[in-house]
């Protein structure tokens, strides 16, 4: 059995007015296309002022803390046996921790293994993603969880 090994994020909670003018200017890119206000990305950082490439470094790592307690998407990939009754335990341990399942993708199994990717909304589990990641982990059958995308 083997678990993404990858270090934990960090969060931390920081006051607006001392976070530096890039970050800012792309929390505002977002909202304008979020909005609709910009339809494309060059057109929403041209109207803050912001670079392209700023842009792109900061996206994925900056969320008004609203869209957080409303949005929390996880991906995860999982090596699984093929036998039955597997993925079914999985997706019941998923929905055990209380997070509902959005998609499910499963290759073909090969060599007796099938890889599924599974996208889970977990903005109602009260356990943290690392006990979900563990959960699926200990499963019979289940041979490699990772994060594969957070959201």
Do not use: C, W
């Not at 339809?39 to 996206?59: C, I, M, N, P």
């Not at 307690?69 to 036998?83: Q, W």
């Amino acid at each position: 059995m083997t678990v993404n090994t990858a270090p934990q994020e960090r969060y931390f909670v920081v006051r607006e007015d001392i976070l530096p003018e890039a970050l800012l200017k792309t929390i505002e890119a977002k909202e304008l296309l979020a909005r609709g206000q910009a339809k494309t990305v060059h057109e929403a950082v041209d109207q803050v002022g912001l670079s392209r490439s700023a842009f792109y470094k900061y996206r994925d790592g900056i969320y008004p803390m609203s869209q957080l307690e409303r949005e929390r998407f996880v991906t995860l990939s999982m090596d699984l046996e093929h036998r039955a009754g597997i993925l079914s335990r999985v997706l019941a341990a998923i929905a055990g921790l209380e997070a509902n399942v959005l998609t499910i993708h499963q290759t073909i199994p090969l060599q007796g293994m099938a890889n599924a990717v599974i996208t889970a909304d977990t903005s109602k589990m009260q356990v943290r993603l690392a006990d979900l990641v563990h959960a699926l982990s200990s499963l019979d059958g289940v041979k490699r969880v990772s994060v594969a995308g957070q959201g």
